[in-house]
């Protein structure tokens, strides 16, 4: 081996995380969710929509902390390796974080704080929007038996947790 040549590869060895990681994280995710979008199973269609999201959460969570991540020195290659978990689809890591971190801090409101609570404008002219006027509202639009199958439902459901569906509505206590 030349001096040229080993010199191309002990640069190509320093810059690896630079080199293969946009190839890990976007190239071919990029492939396989066009890959997945054009098959009919809905399994690989999740796969690489948890993995967007999850990607789009790292990179929030880098340029947030952008400063701190600075220094440290490992954190590109960590990055990689993780990019790398969630990606390859025999580790199924990105519906493994989705399943087990993401999933449930969105589906349990009551363990989490909503920080996006915008209280509704007052409008002179109408009713308050409560819990009553949405019932009478209910049993205007669906008739009194259907308000009577939607409270059943809710008791059922509130025993197990969840949300009520309806089949034009649904419904979150």
Not at 6 to 32: E, I, Q, R
């Amino acid at each position: 081996m030349g001096s040229g040549a080993g010199s191309f590869l002990k640069v190509l060895l320093k810059n690896f995380d630079v080199l293969a990681g946009p190839v890990v994280s976007l190239v071919y995710p990029l492939y396989a969710s066009i890959r997945a979008i054009e098959t009919k199973s809905a399994t690989d269609d999740r796969q690489w929509l948890t993995y967007w999201i999850l990607y789009s959460m790292i990179t929030l969570f880098e340029l947030t902390f952008a400063k701190l991540i600075e220094w440290i020195p490992i954190w590109s290659y960590a990055k990689l390796i993780m990019t790398c978990w969630l990606v390859i689809p025999y580790f199924s890591g990105s519906a493994y974080v989705y399943e087990h971190y993401v999933r449930p801090f969105f589906l349990n409101p009551q363990q989490t704080i909503n920080i996006w609570y915008v209280p509704r404008k007052k409008d002179v002219f109408s009713k308050p929007d409560d819990v009553l006027t949405a019932a009478e509202k209910y049993i205007e639009e669906n008739g009194t038996e259907a308000f009577e199958k939607l409270i059943h439902r809710s008791d059922k459901s509130q025993r197990s947790g969840g949300s009520i569906f309806d089949d034009d509505h649904r419904y979150y206590y």
